[in-house]
């Protein structure tokens, strides 16, 4: 009986093991098809079969691993009578749970993409730690939870169906032991090879899903699974603190193709005897993917915002660091790389050489401005922590503006609600103010208030061509777009427009690309990860200064604050981490170029950070889309991509847990 049992188990666990991989294959055929142009296939066949096959290893040790247990288990329940009653009972049942929730994370990791442009990965965890009522109210609007669920309980159902059946089958005829000794060798030593991946000295990794040149082969090749956990050991990585050597650093800096990462503002007695106020608004989703669809009179996504578009500062060709709020947020206010440094182990530590150190140390009032809730990521406890004197989050704009209480949505207040309070703080203050704002109205579920009135928005062919699938109405999305870039318009317009304009810096930029909307790479890769980074600077700063504006300089999160000191804060050493003037005189060749975490710009063209190195250059002057082909890197280059991530990292244990060694020279 234990021989006739096992084979029936055996056999069983077959079929769900062929399940269980079309379900992961199906899902990488429907996003091949959905998210990836039949243009940048050709000539790919290769690419093609390698993440076929190489996704084929990914989904076998899936589902391997995942049938393992069923498999041990049953080696010991087959031999008794009970037991393998048992096995019969409790099996199906779990052999559906397994099988509802490897296509439910299929299922997500398909909407996943859709939305972020990858895989599952470490930022999905930054969502759990958002409002999580806003997040599932979210999801539920736009995204077919329902349909969802339904189908992933099908896939569920049916395998435990089978398994029912087939595990109350009658007995095989029993095999000679030598023959049936051989056949579980063989069974057991395949469900060893699929589950590991590999036959080599290594199992299957992450580094092999590196199968092509196209990003997106890259992404589709793993399922969401391997995918998750990844995510997670990303997760482990990126919350751990430890002390760093000097000797790294220096070869870090080599390899990066930089200097030092610090550098000094030049001396300006003027300035210094002129301190004006700073204002740096991150805004949620304010991306060149959806700023490109801009017409005025048609589709006016500017709105307020479109004069101080034409008569400032306005750098295109610019990066988020990341691609969420809360990673682009770190890194631009406090120098970090890791997402969640605000409610990490480090968060009682003040940081030094953050842009709030900068301007305390330079006698600022340190002023955060977010018409949402600043629990937040901890932010309303860690931002004092960094020398924030006063946090103003969406319950102080609510007590301060009673009539904000009728237009909360689930992420805050409207925009408008926290430049009021700006202007308000820059009038009434008789020292020097430091005010960060972080905006959320452009965010799901899409809504203006009431008393809005839009300019005209148009959904556009252009716009239709890219626009996702989802519940939300594309119109919403333009007419929330235009909302919170006429809020920006109408503040700077209004300090513009009184004695604040002579002595207020104003600068702006999105915290990542607009969700919801498709991007054709390669083509449009920068279009993807790009925001604008807008810039006043009072004439009167200006006549007393030395610059130069090209609008084609190439930049990133990292540079807005070296060219807010520059205006701001003379001769005054702070900490550059590869950022510089984007309107210094010449530009620093060292420095000129723009980093995201998947993408790397200079004036030559795009590097993505991952999967085969690769370049694209620029299709002309003044886009922002690539030429189709790929071109070799250089070593120097891929040296330069490889170290800088590496080096930021270095840099924040640096000033979070010092030094493995006595320190002997400051960079």
Known sequence: MYQTRLRTLLGTLGYQLLWLVLILMAARYLMLDHFVEPAQLQDRADDLRRMWLTGLRYDLRIAGMALSPFVLVGLMLAAGERGWQGMQRWAPRLLGLTAFLIGAIAIGNYYYYQTYHTHIDVFAFGLVEDDTQAVLANMWQDYPIIKGLALALLLGWLPARWARRTLARAGHKPWPLPVFIVYLLIALTLLFVISRGSVGTFPLRRGNAQVSDLLALNKLTPNGLMAIDWAIKDRAEDIVFTPVSQAEGEALL?????????????????????????????????????????????????????????????????????????????????????????????????????????????????????????????????????????????????????????????????????????????????????????????????????????????????????????????????????????????????????????????????????????????????????????????????????????????????????????????????????????????DDQRRAFGYNVTLWIDDKGAYPMSGKPSFYPWRDNRQLEVKEQAQPVSEAQQARQQALPELLRWQLNSRIKGFSEPQTAAH
């Open 254 to 586: 080599e390899r990066s193709g930089l200097d030092s990462l610090m550098a000094r503002t030049p001396v300006n007695p003027w300035l210094a005897a002129h301190k004006p106020h700073v204002v740096m608004a991150l805004m949620e989703s304010f991306g060149s993917n959806m700023l490109a669809f801009d017409e005025p009179g048609k589709n006016d996504l500017l709105g307020s915002l479109r004069p101080h578009f034409k008569e400032d500062f306005v750098f295109k060709r610019f990066l988020s660091e990341d691609n969420g709020t809360a990673p682009s947020l770190a890194a631009l206010f406090f120098h970090s790389p890791v997402q969640n440094i605000s409610h990490s182990s480090a968060q009682h530590q003040t940081l030094s050489g953050t842009p709030f150190a900068l301007y305390k140390q330079a006698g600022y009032k340190l002023v955060f401005i977010s018409p949402g809730n600043m629990m937040w990521r901890n932010l309303v406890n860690y931002l004092p922590v960094q020398g924030v004197d006063e946090v103003y989050d969406q319950n102080a704009l609510i007590k301060r503006y009673p009539e904000a209480a009728k237009e909360v949505t689930a992420w805050g207040v409207p925009d408008d609600y926290a430049y009021r309070l700006a202007r308000t703080l820059l009038e009434q203050s008789r020292e020097p103010l430091f005010i960060s704002i972080l905006t959320i109205t452009n965010h799901p579920p899409y809504e203006t208030p009431p008393r809005y009135q839009p300019q005209p928005i148009a959904t556009t062919p252009r716009v239709m061509a890219h626009a996702e699938d989802g519940s939300i109405e594309q119109a919403n999305i333009l007419r929330t777009y235009q909302f919170a870039a006429d809020a920006l318009g109408r503040f700077v317009s209004a300090i513009k427009g009184s004695p604040l304009g002579d002595k207020t810096l104003i600068a702006a930029s999105g915290d990542h690309q607009m969700r919801r909307l498709k991007a054709f790479y390669p083509r449009e890769q920068v279009l993807d990860r790009a925001v604008p980074f807008y810039l006043y600077v009072p004439k009167t700063i200006l006549a007393h200064s030395r610059w130069h504006f090209d609008p084609l300089r190439v930049g990133s999160h990292k540079d807005i604050f070296p060219t807010l000191y520059g205006f701001s804060l003379p001769d005054t050493p702070y900490q550059t981490l590869a950022g510089r003037n984007m309107l210094a005189p010449v």
